[in-house]
C-alpha cells in the first residue's frame, strides 16, 4: 500500500477550498446553568464565536430500535454542519444561530454530537437538531 503525505502548499490548498465551500456565517452561543435562591436553574447564553463561515444541510437518518415488541424503524432529520478546523470548541448542548448567505434567512440548530476530524483537520464537524 502506497503512503502520500501532503506537502504545505496542498494542504494550503485544502484549507482554502474548504473555506470558500463553507458559504453561511454563525454565531455560536454556549449555555451556562445559574442556580436560583429557591433551587431553581436558569439558562443563560454566553457568545462564543461570532460570525463564523459554516455549511450545514439536514439528512434524514434512521434507526431501528428494538424492544420485547420487536423492531421499530424511526426516521429523524439531523443536520451536519462542518466549520473551519480553528472554531473547533464548539461543545454538545451550543446553539448554533445560521444565517443563510442567500436569504438571509437565520434558522437556530442544537448541537447533539461531534463528529470525528476529517479532511486532514481543515474542518471541524458535528452533528445537531434544528430547534427554531
Not at 452561543?29 to 436560583?36: K, S
Not at 478546523?85 to 448554533?96: C, E, M, P, S
Not at 454530537?113 to 437538531?129: A, M, N, R, V
Request: a negative charge; charged letters at 20%.
Amino acid at each position: 500500500m502506497v503512503h502520500t503525505r501532503l506537502n504545505p502548499y496542498q494542504l494550503m490548498r485544502m484549507t482554502k477550498t474548504q473555506t470558500t465551500n463553507l458559504p453561511d456565517r454563525a454565531d455560536v452561543h454556549r449555555p451556562t446553568y445559574v442556580t436560583n435562591d429557591a433551587g431553581g436553574t436558569t439558562t443563560d447564553y454566553t457568545p462564543v464565536y461570532e460570525q463564523i463561515p459554516i455549511y450545514s444541510e439536514p439528512r434524514i437518518l434512521r434507526e431501528i430500535k428494538e424492544d420485547i415488541a420487536g423492531g421499530v424503524i424511526q426516521s429523524g432529520v439531523r443536520w451536519i454542519s462542518r466549520v473551519e478546523w480553528k472554531n473547533n470548541d464548539i461543545r454538545l448542548d451550543d446553539v448554533i444561530i445560521v444565517t443563510e448567505s442567500r436569504s438571509l434567512q437565520q434558522y437556530i440548530l442544537q448541537v447533539t454530537s461531534l463528529l470525528s476530524p476529517q479532511s486532514y483537520g481543515t474542518s471541524f464537524g458535528f452533528q445537531c437538531i434544528l430547534v427554531d
